[in-house]
């Protein structure tokens, strides 16, 4: 049972929020990667809010579902989410890339409570999440491993060594969701490095396939929940998102995702721009301060 | 006093691969954790754990030839509970999975323990390709990582038991070859605390793995020449037993580093590392001098690579030679 249960509306103003975190978080670091985090944001809100079984006060309960960031460097996400489900003050955030923090640049598991694994290297999640996921079945626990990537890491060979085992073993107790956003540093990812057909490449190593907007809500729930029915196979989720979702100059442009230090990332006008669009949910309401 | 095999010097010393020591400690390991798994990459019987798969099958896994992900697997299982051991050839463990070790493994602090089998030129017939000569440079530059390098069979076993029983990342380097049993069940053994095989007083040979039995050939060749030889069994690469080490540079005043691996980076530079800061004295270095390997039987590649009886009898007098100045 997730701790929080909230309903698609109030998933969807908690999105929002994320998003605001994690605008202010870039401004203030002036390093990092924007157009995943916030793409992930509606994802990322539906797990910890509804999806997730975990208790924030108690970041190794045994009784946790686990979550595995692979895409380490989306971690702005995974940072905002955990604060608002109350794993460390929300004042913390403003620490993000900064000498001292707990919130590095990329996820460490041992600095930070709530963070299962250390992210960074591509790929290296998805191995793990397997490794936990058939230490939870040898254990007989019912447990589920959630298993967040990016599209731009299939380009790895590690993913499909991960993927293979997986669908060998029949890991049903685990659900990948995939960011397909379409794009990665250098350009968009069906230039750099083409990923499709990437259903039939899943269904090919014996994956479960699923496939949303990964903006829908209840989509999102409802795969999450689908994914729990399926016993002969690992699942798979690839979601559809808009990089940079929320801010209307930086949603679709991979020059958003961010890479190089002080790249990718707003400026003092442009995080006021975004923050303004956010609190005004694109200008339906009226600002707090205005 | 350190209790060592008496046919130590003897044609008819018994002989065992390394391997097959880890074989038998990761058997005892499971049968007295139940959360010890083991995971091997199309490599089980050469590394010697298709006995624990007999018995324990349950928790065995097989990876197929994938040695990045095997790594990342081990990872998962330990930072939920298990005690992975990840068995294949050092080439390929920690040579393909290096990334892999250093993130999911090293930095995260999962409790995973690397078996790299197939060390050294004395592979023999396969090449330079499977002969891994850079695993110790590899690994010990990695933090929250203990390196290992037993001499022989029952010191492997020894160092899975200790390793298993340890709570962290650990590398374990093997060899293929049955190599002389210089240590008994009796000889004491104690991870970071590097063991006197020989006491001298002009030179000490500070070496690491089978090969150092060739230093104690060495040694007892140099006895009837006059020059008094110790001998010290650095296990333990990292953490490193700096006393050991700095208070036999101090009794000798030079020092024969001797190991199966490049010079450059291993078992000798972690020595040196410590002579140079706190004692230095002149030192040798007897191992593989920045070449591959190539086929061939392995005691023709020991002589070939320099790291034979003879050769490190020259190393010595080098040393002395040095020292005199």
Known sequence: MNPFNLSVSELALKANNIRQDIIQMLLEAKSGHSAGPLGMADIFSALYFSVLQHEPSDPTWSGRDRLVLSCGHICPVLYASLAEAGYFPKDELQTLRKLGTRLHGHPHNLALPGLETSSGPLAQGTSQAVGMALALSMNHARQRVYLVMSDGEQDEGQTWEAVMFAGSRKLHNITAIIDRNNIQIDGYTEDIMPLEDLVAKYKAFNWHVLEIDGHNMQAIIDACNEAKTIFERPTVIIAHTIPGRGVDFMEGDYKWHGGAVGTGVPNKEQATEALHELRTLRGQIRGEHE | ?325
């Not at chain 2, 050092?90 to 090293?106: E, I, K, N, Y």
């Not at chain 2, 793995?209 to 060739?214: D, K």
């Not at chain 2, 104690?216 to 110790?230: D, N, P, R």
């Not at chain 2, 490193?240 to 450059?264: F, P, R, S, W, Y």
Request: some cysteine; overall charge negative; hydrophobic content about 40%.
């Open chain 2, 1 to 325: 006093m350190l209790k060592l095999n008496s046919k130590i010097g003897q044609e008819d010393i018994e002989q065992e691969p390394t391997r097959s020591g880890y074989g038998e400690g990761v058997v005892e390991l499971g049968q007295e954790n139940q959360n010890v798994v083991v995971l091997t990459a199309d490599l089980r019987d050469s590394t010697k754990v298709g006995e624990f798969a007999k018995m324990f099958p349950e928790r065995f896994v097989e990876c197929g030839v994938a040695e990045q992900n095997m790594m990342g697997i081990a990872a998962g299982l330990a930072l939920a509970g298990k005690v992975s051991f990840v068995s294949s050839y050092a080439t390929f463990s920690p040579g393909r999975s290096w990334d892999q070790l250093r993130v999911s493994v090293c930095y995260s602090q999962a409790n995973v323990k690397v078996i790299g089998c197939h060390t050294g030129v004395s592979v023999g017939p396969d090449g330079a390709t499977h002969q891994a000569l850079e695993d110790i440079a590899i690994t010990r530059v990695l933090p929250n990582l203990t390196v290992v390098v037993p001499c022989d069979s029952v010191q492997a076993k020894q160092a899975t038991l200790a390793i298993g029983r340890l709570k962290g990342p650990a590398y374990l380097r093997l060899t293929r070859e049955a190599t002389p049993v210089m240590t008994t069940q009796e000889t004491s053994y104690e991870l970071g605390k590097a063991q006197i095989f020989r006491e001298g007083t002009d030179v000490v040979i500070i070496g690491s793995g089978p090969v150092l039995y060739n230093g104690i050939l060495a040694a007892l060749e140099l006895e009837k020449q006059g020059i008094s030889v110790m001998v010290v069994n650095n296990h333990t690469i990292k953490p490193i037993d700096t006393e050991t080490i700095i208070n036999a540079a101090k009794k000798c005043g030079a020092v024969v580093t001797l190991e199966e691996h490049q010079v450059m980076g291993g078992a000798g530079s972690a020595v040196c590392e410590v002579l140079a800061k706190n004692f230095p004295v002149p030192v040798e270095m007897v191992g593989v001098q920045d070449h591959f390997g190539e086929s061939g039987e392995p005691e023709e590649l020991i002589e070939k690579f320099g790291m034979g009886k003879e050769r490190i009898i020259q190393a010595i007098k080098k040393v002395l030679s040095r020292k005199g100045r």
